[in-house]
């Protein structure tokens, strides 16, 4: 599935299946609290705190996607596609960071 792909199916299941979007503030709202989630499972899975029962059985790919469908949402929203924006990143990347990885002292 591509970017493009992905933006047309998450707008027809919220004008379907969902009525329709959230406003803007209330999906930033909602994305925040699942970058949490993320979070929680990432510093207790892969950091230092220690993981309790109750969240061991939760799946991190299904929290990212979470993540991803909000954050398509927004985009939808404010009429950005994800796709050309995700090339435009890439390119000023590329060029900023050409030798910034390569000369980093911390990533040898």
């Excluded at 009429?79 to 990347?93: Q, S």
């Amino acid at each position: 599935m591509t970017i493009e792909e992905a933006q047309e199916i998450v707008d027809k299941w919220i004008n379907t299946t969902g009525v329709r979007y959230f406003n803007e503030l209330t999906n930033m709202a909602i994305l925040t609290e699942e970058v949490g989630e993320v979070a929680r499972i990432m510093a207790r899975r892969y950091g230092e705190q220690s993981e309790k029962e109750s969240d061991k059985d939760k799946d991190l790919g299904d929290e990212m996607a979470d993540v991803l469908w909000v954050l398509i949402c927004l985009a939808n929203q404010t009429g950005i596609d994800l796709t050309e924006a995700f090339k435009k990143n890439l390119e000023k990347k590329s060029i900023r960071d050409k030798d910034r990885h390569k000369n980093n002292e911390k990533l040898k």
